[in-house]
């Protein structure tokens, strides 16, 4: 089951529109600010500009009743103004109704400069106060108020119509972003595909590396690199069962024939004699290949535990050299190092030990030497065992623990000693590997040390 | 002496009993690990040799039954599966020696041989065959009466040989008891050191006294 909540496409969707919602709501109470602004200054603007017509015609007409005959007429036809006038004897002009101006008289407008907020009714108002003189001589009060509602009505339509632009704005860029997303992960799908395409059968395929974005040539280069190990692997393992194969297919063919040929016609005693010994070597071999092939399929699998005691390497090594030695009659097998000591399985690390010793005999001309060096690199026991004779050609040197792997061809034995012998190393997390050492070929493990060093 | 063999699969329970009768032992045969319990509880017998893998009741619970109820002669078994830790269950359980299959039938009748002389009396410092004669605590080895330089691993092999006589000794069993070689290994270790072994003690001497078993191992008897 997909989780959503995981979804690259839809959690990039959101930002966009999240991104898209904050910087319209941003942009909108920023103009939204800036048109009050405005709108205030258009009405103080107004306002000034009323005060000035009042004052005018204030200082023009020579009684009230001309001020206010020619002031209603200077005022005919401006909507949403209030503006009254009082002498220092009562009312003397009123605009544009009674009602409305003495509701502003009430109001009790402070002087000021500016013009201030004021709400009269139902509606809002800017509002000034100023005292000025006038022709007929007499003091008077003049207060103006300007309807906001055609500017607020704006205001307000400006916001409805900013939701709207957000929602939309929001909606556009998350639909916007999906299919950019969609768009931008197409690559990712074809790597996909290219992915499910691949089986063991077609592990040579590789994702093209050079239609990839910047931004997923590491992802490929990776993942073709993991393809390649793969191949690898798998390729060493189908050699190997194609090998295994031929390893048990050869003895038994030899037996089947051997068999055959024999019940074929009546014989004397001895032969058939001949045939079961014969047959009971090959059963024996078959039996050696499939338990030592049992051995490397647990070590492949991690099962080959070794139990850990402490094993002192010289005594081990004097007692393979005393057993391994009667092959090698005019070989001089030289044990030198120092009295040291390993953590480690004893029968699995005579029989790794014993058959990196016997590949060197079997490897060692007559009047050839053998020396077996033990000594402590850090915190690691080496066993190296180095022997004359013809070197190992430097990429032979990587396929020596491969699986049936007989370098000089006609070399009896399974050709899994050095395999089996990698196999214990590794199961004691050490090492092994081969080396030159001046003219001699000579192979080397690393075993962890035992805590304390023994002397017997 | 007289052997129960509790084995399921046909041939090699077959086999097992030719061979034990034909090496001088009484064998009984049963194919299921009831019929083992029965027998092991009701006959009276000097080894068992036990397969652990058996239908109906395993080889454990067999050998664990027969322990219960007293029986102790030596049990020996049989697994296919060479994990340690069967190894050591058996061994818990009661059981003298195991073997894992396939095994050489040399090496199954030496160890039924070494199980059966377990607890008897200790034999003799000198071991004898023909001319042949071996001083094990002087370690001295002589044949005719002249006296034949041996290694110290030629001695215990000679030894092994004279205390074995006419037993055959596979090649696994022979590296096992002289060099403590516990392993199969592939190599022609122990056919190296008998060729030594019979330079020094058959070579010039008559008759023969160590002869090769091809496929099988070594015999060491006058024929």
């Given at each position: 089951m997909k989780d959503w909540r995981h979804s690259i496409t839809l959690r990039l969707s959101l930002a966009f529109a999240l991104l898209a919602t904050l910087v319209f709501a941003a942009l909108g109470i920023y103009f939204s600010r800036a048109a009050d602004a405005h709108m205030a200054e258009l009405d103080a603007h107004d306002l000034f500009g009323k005060l000035a017509l009042i004052g005018h015609v204030g200082a023009q007409e020579k009684s009230a009743e001309a001020f206010a005959a020619r002031l209603g007429d200077a005022l005919t036809g401006q909507n949403g103004l209030i503006v009254t006038v009082n002498g220092g004897s009562g009312p003397v002009f009123k605009w544009p109704t009674p009602q409305l101006a003495e509701a502003l008289a009430a109001a009790q407008v402070a002087l000021g400069s500016a013009p201030r907020r004021l709400a009269l009714g139902d509606a809002e108002y800017r509002v000034m106060a100023a005292d000025m003189e006038s022709a007929w001589g007499q003091a008077v009060h003049v207060v103006i108020a300007r309807d906001m509602r055609h500017h607020t009505d704006f205001l307000d339509q400006l916001q409805v119509d900013f939701r709207f632009a957000i929602l939309a704005a929001a909606l556009l860029t998350a639909i916007v972003g999906a299919l950019?997303?969609?768009?931008?992960?197409?690559?990712?799908?074809?790597?996909?595909?290219?992915?499910?395409?691949?089986?063991?059968?077609?592990?040579?395929?590789?994702?093209?590396?050079?239609?990839?974005?910047?931004?997923?040539?590491?992802?490929?280069?990776?993942?073709?690199?993991?393809?390649?190990?793969?191949?690898?692997?798998?390729?060493?393992?189908?050699?190997?069962?194609?090998?295994?194969?031929?390893?048990?297919?050869?003895?038994?063919?030899?037996?089947?024939?051997?068999?055959?040929?024999?019940?074929?016609?009546?014989?004397?005693?001895?032969?058939?004699?001949?045939?079961?010994?014969?047959?009971?070597?090959?059963?024996?071999?078959?039996?050696?290949?499939?338990?030592?092939?049992?051995?490397?399929?647990?070590?492949?699998?991690?099962?080959?535990?070794?139990?850990?005691?402490?094993?002192?390497?010289?005594?081990?090594?004097?007692?393979?050299?005393?057993?391994?030695?009667?092959?090698?009659?005019?070989?001089?097998?030289?044990?030198?190092?120092?009295?040291?000591?390993?953590?480690?399985?004893?029968?699995?690390?005579?029989?790794?030990?014993?058959?990196?010793?016997?590949?060197?005999?079997?490897?060692?001309?007559?009047?050839?030497?053998?020396?077996?060096?033990?000594?402590?690199?850090?915190?690691?026991?080496?066993?190296?065992?180095?022997?004359?004779?013809?070197?190992?050609?430097?990429?032979?040197?990587?396929?020596?623990?491969?699986?049936?792997?007989?370098?000089?061809?006609?070399?009896?034995?399974?050709?899994?000693?050095?395999?089996?012998?990698?196999?214990?190393?590794?199961?004691?997390?050490?090492?092994?590997?081969?080396?030159?050492?001046?003219?001699?070929?000579?192979?080397?493990?690393?075993?962890?040390?035992?805590?304390?060093?023994?002397?017997? | 002496m007289k052997i129960l063999i509790v084995e399921d699969e046909t041939k090699t329970g077959d086999y097992l009993k030719q061979g034990l009768g034909e090496a001088g032992f009484s064998a009984d045969l049963v194919r299921n690990g009831l019929d083992g319990m029965h027998e092991g509880l009701a006959g009276e017998y000097d080894l068992l040799i036990l397969d652990v893998n058996l239908p109906g009741l395993d080889g454990w619970q067999v050998l664990k039954a027969l322990r219960a109820a007293g029986r102790d002669f030596p049990v020996l078994f049989l697994t296919a599966r060479d994990q340690v830790e069967d190894r050591v269950k058996g061994l818990e359980l009661g059981a003298d020696d195991y073997l894992v299959k396939p095994f050489a039938f040399s090496e199954l009748l030496a160890r039924v041989r070494t199980l059966l002389r377990r607890g008897r009396a200790r034999e003799a410092e000198g071991l004898s065959l023909a001319d042949l004669e071996l001083d094990v605590l002087k370690r001295r080895a002589t044949r005719a009466g002249q006296r034949i330089d041996l290694t110290a691993k030629e001695f215990a092999l000679l030894e092994l040989f004279l205390r074995r006589q006419g037993e055959v000794l596979a090649r696994s069993f022979i590296a096992s008891q002289v060099w403590d070689m516990n392993f199969d290994s592939d190599t022609n270790v122990v056919e190296v050191a008998i060729r030594r072994l019979r330079a020094k003690v058959d070579d010039d001497f008559s008759p023969k006294l160590i002869h090769t078993l091809r496929g099988m191992g070594y015999v060491m008897e006058i024929r």
């Open positions: 950019a997303v969609r768009h931008g992960l197409h690559p990712v799908r074809d790597m996909a595909r290219a992915a499910g395409r691949i089986s063991a059968g077609q592990l040579a395929k590789r994702i093209p590396e050079q239609k990839v974005p910047p931004e997923l040539a590491e992802l490929v280069t990776a993942f073709n690199a993991m393809l390649g190990r793969l191949e690898e692997s798998f390729q060493r393992l189908s050699d190997f069962s194609a090998d295994l194969a031929h390893e048990l297919r050869t003895p038994i063919h030899s037996l089947r024939m051997q068999t055959e040929v024999s019940l074929s016609k009546a014989r004397h005693a001895d032969e058939y004699r001949d045939l079961l010994a014969s047959n009971l070597e090959e059963y024996e071999r078959l039996a050696r290949i499939i338990a030592d092939m049992l051995l490397l399929a647990k070590a492949d699998h991690g099962l080959l535990v070794p139990q850990a005691e402490p094993l002192a390497l010289i005594p081990l090594c004097e007692r393979l050299i005393e057993y391994y030695g009667l092959l090698a009659e005019n070989v001089n097998i030289q044990l030198v190092g120092d009295e040291i000591a390993v953590q480690g399985d004893r029968l699995m690390l005579e029989r790794a030990i014993g058959n990196v010793l016997v590949n060197a005999i079997h490897h060692t001309p007559a009047a050839g030497a053998i020396v077996v060096k033990i000594e402590a690199v850090g915190d690691m026991a080496e066993i190296a065992i180095a022997n004359t004779g013809k070197a190992i050609a430097a990429d032979a040197r990587l396929r020596v623990f491969d699986r049936f792997v007989r370098l000089d061809s006609g070399s009896e034995g399974t050709g899994l000693g050095l395999a089996i012998a990698r196999s214990i190393v590794l199961a004691h997390r050490g090492e092994i590997a081969v080396r030159l050492s001046g003219q001699a070929t000579e192979f080397y493990m690393r075993l962890p040390l035992a805590a304390g060093l023994l002397t017997n | -």
